[in-house]
């Protein structure tokens, strides 16, 4: 079916300053070639807001709807999915969210979004928790562009020498590639991975793919068992959370390419807390020069503390 939108978006395409793609099919593969060059990543921040030609030569949501589309997603646009019932209201209300983000946000910061689509210069990576709980771009206002963000349980960073994972090839991917200026690794209140990192006994079973993973903090375990032993479990877990994330930071430094560019002020390594009940925020930077790192035994040193809230 051919939609009579169709020539319009392509006519706004050719005038925009997109990369011109050219794509074909080869066996069950789209494959794409890119021909133009990347522009400079800040060439959008301007306070004059977007185009307005360029705004109005795209279709609007009016344009490319029903007229009864706001009847049919009514109400969906408040509240939040635990207060929605139903699989067809739940994507109503995604798809509300979706358009309403289109025409709110999209339209009216087009050369960003134009940008954005040629290239990505972002000066933070985020390693955060997969908890539905922790969102960094909704609690620190991160938005699209800003931060590359890879999200696992217990928000941890394993050793070079534990082989390949997600998680460090997201790293090696920011920090080569993208030459991302700063890391930081976002632990949480009431975190369930730590706590199952605590209660963890050594014999586990192979197919536990939770406790293999939330075995990579197994040093803050140990540390934690030592410097707690006077302390409820529950406290034990508090502190588990905070010491876990800096041994995730000792940990980034086991990564040459990381290492390297850390020595030569060109990375910065910080954790970061998010304390749900009392919605404060603490912020931390690995001292580099005063850290002690070798596999045998290694120490932190962090500095420019911050407590938020």
Not at 102 to 123: C, F, G, R, T
Not at 176 to 182: A, D, I, P, Y
Not at 300 to 306: D, H
Request: with cysteine.
């Amino acid at each position: 079916m051919v939609w009579p939108i169709r020539s319009r978006i392509i006519s706004s395409v050719l005038r925009s300053k997109a990369p011109l793609v050219a794509s074909y099919v080869h066996g069950d593969s789209l494959v794409s070639s890119i021909t133009r060059p990347c522009p400079k990543f800040m060439n959008w921040v301007r306070k004059d807001g977007c185009h307005a030609s360029a705004a109005a030569s795209l279709p609007s949501f009016k344009e490319k709807q029903p007229e009864d589309i706001g009847n049919e997603n009514k109400g969906l646009d408040v509240g939040n999915m635990t207060e929605i019932d139903g699989y067809l209201n739940l994507f109503g209300l995604m798809k509300q969210r979706f358009l309403n983000f289109k025409n709110q946000k999209y339209m009216k910061e087009l050369d960003h979004y134009e940008s954005l689509a040629e290239a990505q210069y972002p000066k933070f990576m985020v390693i955060a928790c997969a908890d539905s709980r922790v969102c960094p771009s909704n609690i620190l206002g991160f938005q699209p562009g800003e931060v590359f963000m890879i999200r696992n349980i217990a928000n941890l960073v394993p050793m070079m020498k534990n082989g390949p994972s997600e998680c460090n090839a997201a790293l090696q991917f920011a920090v080569t590639t993208l030459q991302v200026e700063n890391i930081l690794v976002i632990g949480h209140s009431s975190c369930a991975g730590i706590e199952a990192l605590m209660k963890m006994q050594e014999d586990t079973e192979p197919r536990n793919y939770i406790h293999n993973w939330v075995a990579n903090g197994k040093v803050a375990k140990s540390k934690t068992k030592a410097a707690t032993s006077h302390l409820c479990f529950d406290q034990q877990c508090r502190f588990c959370e905070k010491e876990s994330i800096n041994q995730s930071l000792l940990n980034l430094l086991s990564y040459p390419w990381i290492k390297d560019r850390v020595r030569k002020d060109l990375l910065s390594i910080h954790g970061g807390y998010y304390d749900f009940s009392k919605c404060s925020f603490e912020k931390w930077t690995l001292d580099f020069k005063e850290c002690n790192v070798n596999e045998e035994r290694s120490s932190y040193v962090v500095k420019e503390k911050e407590f938020w809230c």
